[in-house]
């Protein structure tokens, strides 16, 4: 009979990587075999370590194959912190946070077509925006992102627009790497 990795080490299914690895050590330390000096103690030792080393495998892969549950945050501080990021400009971090949420709400959504706003990436800004209003008709402040994101749309099919922003964004990068 084959013990549970997760109780042979002494973690529970939602602690992170880190803890993992020190509960890893931890029992390593306990029964490395050069510790004992009679060979039966050893060897039972050596099968224990075995064991460890088989349960951290098990739980380190288990925790790779399911990499969403150990990331997930709650909805109201990911859309507080990513406000905080946007306010400081941290566009592509704010993003990264936006996806960790839990779950989406209306709010999430307007979150994210701001930060698509500000990347550039008017089309998504625009759904993301749309599904702001679908799940909240009455609030002004989404309808008003989502006419904005569509005028940006619009604006950006006209080819002479395309080409001058074209212009400006490697403009805009030659310029910061100097």
């Not at 080393?53 to 990499?67: F, G, H, V």
């Not at 406000?83 to 839990?102: H, N, P």
């Not at 008003?144 to 994101?149: G, M, P």
């Amino acid at each position: 009979m084959t013990m549970d990795p997760y109780r042979l080490l002494g973690v529970s299914l939602n602690d992170d990587k880190r803890a993992v690895h020190k509960a890893y050590l931890k029992a390593v330390k306990k029964c490395h075999p050069d510790k004992f000096t009679d060979p039966k103690l050893q060897e039972e030792a050596q099968e224990k370590l075995i064991a460890i080393n088989l349960a951290y495998q098990k739980i380190t892969k288990d925790m790779s194959e399911r990499p969403g549950i150990l990331t997930q945050l709650p909805l109201e501080s990911v859309k507080q912190q990513v406000a905080a990021l946007l306010d400081r400009g941290e566009t592509e971090m704010a993003l990264r946070l936006l996806a960790r949420a839990d779950s989406k709400d209306e709010g999430w959504y307007y979150l994210q077509g701001k930060l698509l706003m500000k990347l550039s990436q008017y089309d998504a800004a625009h759904q993301s925006f749309r599904e702001a209003v679908r799940r909240a008709p009455d609030n002004q402040q989404f309808r008003e992102a989502a006419l904005k994101a569509a005028l940006k749309v619009k604006r950006c099919q006209n080819p002479a627009v395309r080409l001058f922003d074209g212009i400006k964004q490697t403009t805009k990068r030659i310029l910061k790497k100097k």
